[in-house]
T-cell receptor, first 111, second 113 residues
Framework: QKEVEQDPGPLSVPEGAIVSLNCTYSNSAFQYFMWYRQYSRKGPELLMYTYSSGNKEDGRFTAQVDKSSKYISLFIRDSQPSDSATYLC???????????FGTGTRLLVSP | KAGVTQTPRYLIKTRGQQVTLSCSPISGHRSVSWYQQTPGQGLQFLFE???????NKGNFPGRFSGRQFSNSRSEMNVSTLELGDSALYLC????????????FGSGTRLTVV
């Protein structure tokens, strides 16, 4: 079993929809949680960064962490075709350790 | 400000050869990490350097090595290339630690034939 599980998709939604992306993990020591967006032929781009549990909002993006369930989510409101990309969750136990990534969910937003 | 720069962007090598990839971090960033990305395995951690010292290492064979220079620039080397080494190699930098938030470069696409 992988430390971080993420549905690979693809997830297809119409423009304007609310998108929910999720990851589950098994290591209870994880404390830093991140979401990255990766466009084709590009490196991952940091979208959201959360420490420990709780919610964080940034524009159309909301990140949620539920450590009791070992479950993290990224919500995208009013999705746009430009949001079409692969979304990767990542996490680590302390700031000095490697990031463990999910395999990524491919999102397709149609006009 | 300039982002993380990786060179070269594309590389084709033959089995058995060795290759060196370069990464210039964001100015002021002292931590540099390397990841291998493949369709089957996703992003896998190779190693991380901070102030010229390797702080963490992933589960890759000894053919994979790296170093960091005093200006924080980093190189990774793969010797005796195998077909399975074909991948996108990504470099990421952060101020001090992962918790500061990584910034990735666009990667070097290595193809081994």
């Amino acid at each position: 079993q992988k430390e971080v599980e993420q549905d690979p998709g693809p997830l297809s939604v119409p423009e304007g929809a609310i998108v929910s992306l999720n990851c589950t993990y098994s290591n209870s020591a994880f404390q830093y949680f991140m979401w990255y967006r990766q466009y084709s032929r590009k490196g991952p781009e940091l979208l959201m960064y959360t420490y420990s549990s709780g919610n964080k909002e940034d524009g159309r993006f909301t990140a949620q962490v539920d450590k009791s369930s070992k479950y993290i989510s990224l919500f995208i409101r009013d999705s746009q075709p430009s949001d079409s990309a692969t979304y990767l969750c990542a996490m680590t136990s302390t700031g000095f350790q490697k990031l463990v990534f999910g395999t990524g969910t491919r999102l397709l937003v149609s006009p | 400000k300039a982002g993380v720069t990786q060179t070269p962007r594309y590389l084709i090598k033959t089995r058995g050869q060795q290759v060196t990839l370069s990464c210039s971090p964001i100015s002021g960033h002292r931590s540099v990490s390397w990841y291998q990305q493949t369709p089957g395995q996703g992003l896998q951690f190779l190693f991380e350097y901070f102030s010229e010292t390797q702080r963490n290492k992933g589960n890759f064979p000894g053919r994979f090595s790296g170093r960091q220079f005093s200006n924080s620039r980093s190189e990774m080397n793969v010797s005796t290339l195998e077909l399975g080494d074909s991948a996108l190699y990504l470099c990421a930098s952060s101020l001090y630690q992962v918790g500061d938030g990584y910034t990735f470069g666009s990667g070097t696409r290595l193809t081994v034939v």
